[in-house]
Antibody, heavy 120, light 110 residues
Framework: QVQLQESGPGLVKPSQTLSLTCSVSGDSISSGDYYWSWIRQSPGKGLEWIGY???????YYNPSLKSRVIISVDTSKNQFSLQLSSVTAADTAVYYC????????????WGQGTLVTVSS | QSALTQSASVSGSPGQSITISCTGT?????????VSWYQQHPGKAPKLMIY???NRPSGVSYRFSGSKSGNTASLSISGLQAEDEADYYCSSYSRSSTVVFGGGTKLTVL
């Protein structure tokens, strides 16, 4: 059974870069069977798709965040990562990593989520 | 890319049936049969309940069903149980290989 675990700083200063890593166990990112996504949820708000990556390195981003987002993959560590630059308080959210069955918004496995607060 | 539109809340009594709707455009829901539904309990990660409009993942109760007509998708829950009380989100594949979520619907079991 696949498990995903987010890790990274829980506090980031405004204008800095938010960096998170998702470690995957029970499945191999390099199998090519899935897409690997980042999704966030601001406190008390709905879900927002950030983007996803395929094992080959192909990426797809939310147009509203595209200028600030980089998603990368390290198949040797079975991890994928999120970098979000120039953060503001509006980027405060619980960040989830998730597995997408086929790249068509079928997120069948999720990490537990990690709260990132943007504050000085 | 705008969020899909969901009603803010819906309620029902145990044993009853309810339906949650999710409205998009021809660029997302209306253009593809890739609508998913997620259940989220407070403080927990979302759980996939329906994918590709009407398919249930293994382990999801038959009481949950999905459908689509034009630009609107629907999630129906029959035989409401207390444990169904949660937030429900729809999502859809959208043009240019992107994904859009709905704003969420809070289901209250009276």
């Amino acid at each position: 059974q696949v498990q995903l675990q987010e890790s990274g700083p829980g506090l980031v200063k405004p204008s800095q870069t938010l960096s998170l890593t998702c470690s995957v166990s029970g499945d191999s990112i390099s199998s090519g069977d899935y897409y690997w996504s980042w999704i966030r949820q601001s406190p008390g708000k709905g879900l927002e798709w950030i983007g996803y990556i395929y094992y080959s390195g192909s990426t797809y981003y939310n147009p509203s965040l595209k200028s600030r987002v980089i998603i990368s993959v390290d198949t040797s560590k079975n991890q994928f990562s999120l970098q979000l630059s120039s953060v503001t308080a509006a980027d405060t959210a619980v960040y989830y990593c998730a597995r997408d069955r086929d790249g068509y918004s079928n997120f069948d496995s999720w990490g537990q989520g990690t709260l990132v607060t943007v504050s000085s | 890319q705008s969020a899909l539109t969901q009603s803010a809340s819906v309620s029902g009594s145990p044993g009853q049936s309810i339906t949650i709707s999710c409205t998009g455009t021809k660029s997302d829901i209306g253009g593809y049969n890739y609508v998913s539904w997620y259940q989220q309990h407070p403080g927990k990660a979302p759980k996939l309940m329906i994918y590709e409009v009407s398919n249930r993942p293994s382990g999801v109760s038959y009481r949950f069903s999905g459908s689509k007509s034009g630009n609107t998708a629907s999630l129906s829950i029959s035989g409401l149980q207390a444990e169904d009380e949660a937030d429900y989100y729809c999502s859809s594949y959208s043009r240019s290989s992107t994904v859009v979520f709905g704003g969420g619907t809070k289901l209250t079991v009276l």
